[in-house]
């Protein structure tokens, strides 16, 4: 074979470098043919076990209500046995934090492979095409559509298109808001009309979000809109895996002819499918591109005509800048400084959110010590130190707490004895004094235990360790 008369740099754009873009600009409405095979099998298999859960999840009873529910007037987020409350949103921060971090290890490694797969974007623009192969035909039969003028045949097409998607839309709608109300509420008050103006906005926003986005806008979301687009390539590094044409082995193309002596070519047989399949309108074999989302269809296509011309697979295959200019195979593509800083953070997070919603207590307390005075000595030769308590009762039902202190012989508090009562969700402030003979002072600060308790459920309690301030000895 010779060697390709083509500069590198026509066919390779560093990932740092993309000045070359091949992009659709939404001129032409992109009209993807479908192939089988490994890689879209593989993003089957994704979608069934991203969308089935999201779809199926809110129809899940857990005791007298839903297992998962966002209980907004409630304010109260119901996530199978563990109800979070407001004073634990910063569990819903640390989460962002973690499909950050995780989305960034996934970049480190394989670019965009979270767009091509994991994508709400890309998984529902999916659904949408497979409607309109379905109702409309294949790519060239939809391209002959597009051009054909309106007739019966057109106008039966389009409709029963946009009536399924319409369906696809309203289901997705009704469940996004199932989470917030209910899903048979949410399902009940849209056939009867009953939403309230804040449900009717979310339906609406959700509905026409999916119908444009996905039904219209499509793959020039991933190009233009998207934000994570313009970032990934701070995030990627020569050892990132992509889909990646391998031109020293392609090049140069030309459509095989029988009977005739083909030495002089590439493998690439010039046919084109590579470019048909792929969602964003990208053709691969302009270099890596910002347009392409690693879904790897063109893998597949290309794989299926090497087998059909007798060449070896992999003529677009995922791999990295090194291995293809240099013929660096990274072996283990976790083992490099940048996955394993995203990764070691990723795991620390996960652990941290794990440990937070399994350990997470029933009942809170915040204590204050009030700054000013920080004690004073009272005429029957005690020290008093006030401290501003705020007690939280994150049960569902209502409850009667004590409070004790210990720590220090001879302390007592103006709680003693006396019972505190919190309703579900309440949060109570109390002022606590506490006593301590002077004499029993052994320094002039000394730790002191504070002990909230259910008298219901004595298992039920939070002990919170503060300072007792006295006079210097
Ligand atoms: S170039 Fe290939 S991997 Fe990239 S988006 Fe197109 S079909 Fe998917
Ligand atoms: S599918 Fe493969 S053989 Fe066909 S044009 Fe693309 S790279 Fe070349």
Request: aromatic fraction near 12%; charged fraction near 20%.
């Amino acid at each position: 074979m010779t060697e390709p008369t083509v500069k590198k740099s026509d066919y390779l754009i560093e990932h740092d470098d993309y000045t070359h873009w091949d992009i659709n600009l939404g001129d032409d409405k992109i009209h993807a043919r479908r192939v089988s095979g490994r890689f879209r099998n593989i993003r089957w298999l994704i979608m069934a076990s991203l969308l089935l859960p999201f779809f199926l999840v809110p129809y899940l009873p857990w005791g007298d209500r839903q297992a998962v529910l966002f209980d907004i007037p409630g304010r109260k987020f119901y996530l199978f046995d563990i109800t979070v409350w407001p004073q634990d949103l910063f569990i819903l921060a640390l989460l962002m934090l973690f499909a950050f971090i995780l989305l960034f290890a996934m970049t480190a490694i394989a670019g965009r492979i979270f767009c091509g797969n994991m994508c709400p974007q890309t998984m529902w623009t999916d659904l949408m095409t497979l409607i309109e192969r379905f109702t409309e035909g294949t790519a060239r039969q939809r391209i002959k559509l597009e051009l054909m003028p309106w007739n019966a045949e057109k106008i039966r097409k389009k409709t029963t298109k946009h009536f399924f998607w319409i369906v696809l839309c309203t289901l997705t709608s009704v469940t996004f808001l199932g989470y917030f109300s209910g899903i048979y509420d949410a399902w009940y008050n849209l056939f009867t009309l009953q939403y309230n103006i804040f449900e009717w906005t979310s339906f609406i926003l959700v509905f026409l979000l999916f119908y444009v986005s996905t039904g219209y806008v499509r793959e020039q979301v991933c190009n233009w809109i998207c934000p994570y687009a313009r970032i990934q390539a701070v995030m990627t590094d020569k050892d990132t895996i992509t889909t990646t044409y391998d031109y020293k082995r392609g090049e140069p193309r030309g459509r095989v002819k029988k009977g005739q002596d083909n030495s002089d070519k590439g493998d690439c047989v010039d046919c084109n499918l590579c470019v048909s399949v792929c969602p964003t309108g990208v053709d691969i074999r302009g270099g890596n591109q910002i347009g392409c989302i690693n879904c790897g269809v063109c893998i597949d296509a290309c794989d299926d005509i090497m087998e059909k011309v007798g060449r070896e697979k992999g003529l677009i295959r995922f791999m990295s800048h090194n291995e293809l200019e240099n013929g660096v195979t990274t072996n283990n593509r976790f083992l490099r400084p940048r996955p394993i800083f995203y990764m070691l953070i990723t795991t620390l997070t996960f652990m941290g959110i794990m440990y937070t919603l399994l350990f997470k207590s029933d009942i809170d307390m915040n204590v204050n010590h009030e700054r000013s005075p920080t004690f004073t000595i009272m005429s029957d030769r005690t020290v008093q130190n006030t401290y501003h308590t705020i007690i939280l009762n994150k049960t569902e039902s209502a409850a009667n707490f004590t409070l004790e202190v210990s720590g220090i012989e001879g302390a007592t508090s103006n709680l003693d004895g006396k019972t505190l009562k919190l309703t579900s969700g309440q949060a109570k402030k109390v002022t606590l004094r506490i006593k301590v003979p002077q004499k029993n002072l052994t320094s002039e600060r000394q730790p002191i235990i504070l002990k909230l308790q259910s008298i219901e459920n004595p298992e039920l309690s939070k002990t919170y360790e503060s300072m007792f301030f006295g006079p210097r000895k």
